[in-house]
């Protein structure tokens, strides 16, 4: 019986190394992350409130546009899965995945990769998409050689219900730059009505990294 509890016990601590917490929100916990502003821009707001029975991540934009970002350092071929859930209110009605003046997101969370000097940093934009099909990948329009966006939701359909979403991100990332990834340096989220001068509101919950 000693050495079943012992493996056991092994097998279990073995499970929790392989997942990577991100974001704890609902242990009220917003430790790690910081703010990321952006000049001439009013800020949203996040703030940690209770949706039902668990506390979660809110943000409201009114026109703005800053985001929360979590600096770590991880292997994206050994830690590959993202999950996390999330709520909007609403689509952005001015909202334009292929223009400037629409690049705006109810939600978004998203993978950044430092290169050697600043502009060779890429980033996987997981997005809450409002006129992009789901599935769908395009170059941002501020940043189209180094950010791409994926819309993992898009339109109002799944507005005001909570969805649960899991992507590869070691496979996003040889499949949108054809290259092997470098080690990835952040997670960030973002809601952001600057562009389009609209409003939304969106929930996030607990985000992990997992090796499977």
């Known amino acids: 019986m000693g050495r079943i ?5 092994l097998l279990a601590l073995s499970g929790t190394a392989a997942a990577m917490t991100v974001g704890r929100f609902s242990a009220g916990d917003l430790s790690g992350w910081e703010e990321q502003t952006f000049s001439g821009k009013r800020k949203t707001v996040y703030s940690l409130v209770k ?57 978004r969370v998203y993978v950044i990769f430092p290169g050697t000097f600043f502009w060779q940093t890429r980033a996987i934009n997981y997005i809450w998409a409002n006129r992009l099909p789901k599935g769908a990948s395009i170059p941002n329009a501020f940043a189209p050689k180094n950010v ?3 819309a993992v939701e898009s339109g109002a359909a799944g507005a005001g219900r909570w969805l649960s979403e899991e992507r590869n991100v070691y496979e996003d990332y040889v499949r949108l730059f054809g290259e092997e990834p470098p080690r990835a340096e952040g997670v960030a989220l973002m809601t952001d009505s600057d562009n389009t001068g609209g409003e939304a509101a969106a929930w996030y919950g607990d985000i ?4 499977k």
């Open 51 to 107: 949706d039902g029975e668990r506390t979660v991540l809110k943000a409201e934009s009114r026109g703005s546009a800053s985001g929360l970002i979590r600096t770590m350092s991880f292997d994206p071929k050994t830690q590959p899965w993202l999950r996390w859930s999330w709520k909007v209110a609403g689509t952005l009605t001015k909202g334009n995945e292929g223009v400037k003046e629409g690049d705006d997101y109810a939600a």
């Open 148 to 150: 791409m966006m994926v």
């Open 208 to 211: 992990v990294l997992a090796e």
């Open 5 to 9: 509890v012992v493996i056991a016990l």
